[in-house]
C-alpha cells in the first residue's frame, strides 16, 4: 500500500447515455465516460456504469489490438453458438438466447476508480458497449459518480 | 448524455437478506431489493447487493420469459458438469467443483443504480439468485445504499 | 429482511496496491484489503477494488481448500487453451489472447460489504488476484473505500 487518504465526500452525479449499435460488435465509451467524470468535478472516488439490458453486456478488455475484441467475439460465439437447437426460448431469432448468456458470462455493470478527475483505467484498459444482437439496437446506460 | 445532477450525499443503509434456496434453480429478488430501497428514503444513488457464499451467484437477466432461465441452466451444466472426473475438490459431493465455477464465471456481487427512489432496472432486468448445489442451502446477501 | 440502519456518509479513503506475481496462480489478497480497511477507520460502507489489467483477475472464491483453485484453473485452461490455432492475438505469446479471455469471462473489479470496520466476507469466501499470464507480472490494484 503506497497511499491512504480520507477525506469529505459530498458528491453525486447522475448521467444517463444513449447508444446506437448497428448490430453485433464492440464500440468504445472510455471518452463518454471521462467526459462524463470531467464535467461532474468530482476528483477522487467511484463511477457506476449500468446496461439497461439483458443481451448486451459492459466489458473492460485489451484496447490497442482489434484482434482481442475479433477473438473475443470468435470465442464467445463457439462457446454459445447462434441457433443451437438445444435453445427453448428463442422467440427473437437465433441470436436470442445466445444473447442472454454472453450477457451472464460478462457483465452488466461496472464500477471504476477516479483519480484526480479522471477514471484511473490502466494504460491497455478500455471500456465497451458489447452488442450480442445481430440487428441494430439503442441501449442505454445510467450512470452514477460518488465521490468528492 | 442527457442529463447531470449533483448533490449533496449524506446517507446510507444497510440490511441483511436470508434466502432458503430449495436446491439448484432461481429465485428473483427484485421485490425485496425495490423495498429496501423504498424503505432506504434514498432517491438518487446506488445500492449494492453481495453474497457471502461461493457456491451461488446472482444474476441480472430477461425476467419475463422462464425459458430463459432454463436455457441458462442447461448452457452452464453443459459447461461444468456434475461429477466430471477431472474435479479434484469432490468433498461434498458431484455439484461442489461446478458450484465453484459456476460462481466464478457469474457473479458474486452486483452495484445497482437508484433514481426516482427505487432501482433503475432495464423493463426485462430481473435479479436473481441461482442456487447451484442440488440439496436446500441458507443464502445470506448483505445489502448496502449510498446515496441521496 | 433482518436490520435497517441509516446515518450520515462522510469519509472516502483510497490506496494503491502494487502486487509482483510469479506467473500463472493465485495470490490471497483479503488480508491486505482487510488492513486498508482498518486503516481507515470505517465502519460501514463498501471497498471497491479494481485491477489496472486485461490480463489477469480479480476472484472471490472457496478459501479453505487449495483444490478448488486447481480446479479452476485446470477449467478455464480448457476452455480457453494456450496457443489455440484460432487466435489471431498472439503478439506475445501462447499466453496472451486466453488471458483477455480469462480476464473477460471472470472480474476485473470487485465490491466489498464493510461492517463493523472489517469486511464482511463469508466465512469460506477469499479474494484472489489471478494472474493468467506464465511469465511473472507487476500488478497494481486502486482501493477506493466510501462509508462512514
Redesign the interface.
Known amino acids: 500500500?503506497?497511499?491512504?487518504?480520507?477525506?469529505?465526500?459530498?458528491?453525486?452525479?447522475?448521467?444517463?447515455?444513449?447508444i446506437s449499435t448497428p448490430g453485433r460488435g464492440f464500440q468504445e465509451i472510455s471518452g463518454?465516460l471521462q467526459?462524463?467524470v470531467r464535467?461532474?468535478?468530482v476528483k477522487?472516488?467511484?463511477c457506476?456504469v449500468?446496461?439497461?439490458?439483458?443481451?448486451a453486456s459492459l466489458?473492460?478488455?485489451?484496447n490497442a489490438?482489434p484482434?482481442?475484441r475479433?477473438?473475443?467475439e470468435?470465442?464467445i460465439s463457439a462457446?454459445?453458438p447462434d441457433g443451437d437447437p438445444?435453445?427453448?426460448?428463442r422467440?427473437e431469432g437465433p441470436d436470442d438466447?445466445p444473447a442472454?448468456?454472453r450477457?451472464?458470462?460478462?457483465?452488466?455493470?461496472?464500477?471504476?476508480?477516479i483519480?484526480g478527475g479522471r477514471l484511473?483505467?490502466?494504460?491497455?484498459?478500455g471500456v465497451y458497449l458489447w452488442e450480442h444482437r445481430t440487428r441494430p439496437h439503442q441501449r442505454?446506460l445510467?450512470?452514477?459518480i460518488?465521490?468528492?
Not at 50 to 55: E, I, N, Q, Y
Not at 59 to 62: A, K, N, V
Request: some cysteine.
Open positions: 500500500m503506497v497511499e491512504t487518504k480520507t477525506e469529505s465526500l459530498v458528491n453525486s452525479s447522475i448521467s444517463t447515455i444513449e463518454e467526459e462524463f464535467q461532474s468535478g477522487i472516488g467511484v457506476h449500468f446496461l439497461r439490458h439483458t443481451s466489458l473492460i478488455t485489451e489490438d484482434d482481442v475479433r477473438d473475443l470468435n470465442f462457446l454459445a438445444a435453445y427453448f426460448h422467440m438466447m442472454h448468456i450477457s451472464v458470462l460478462t457483465c452488466s455493470e461496472i464500477t471504476l476508480p483519480r484511473a483505467l490502466g494504460t491497455w484498459q442505454r445510467e450512470l452514477t460518488i465521490g468528492s
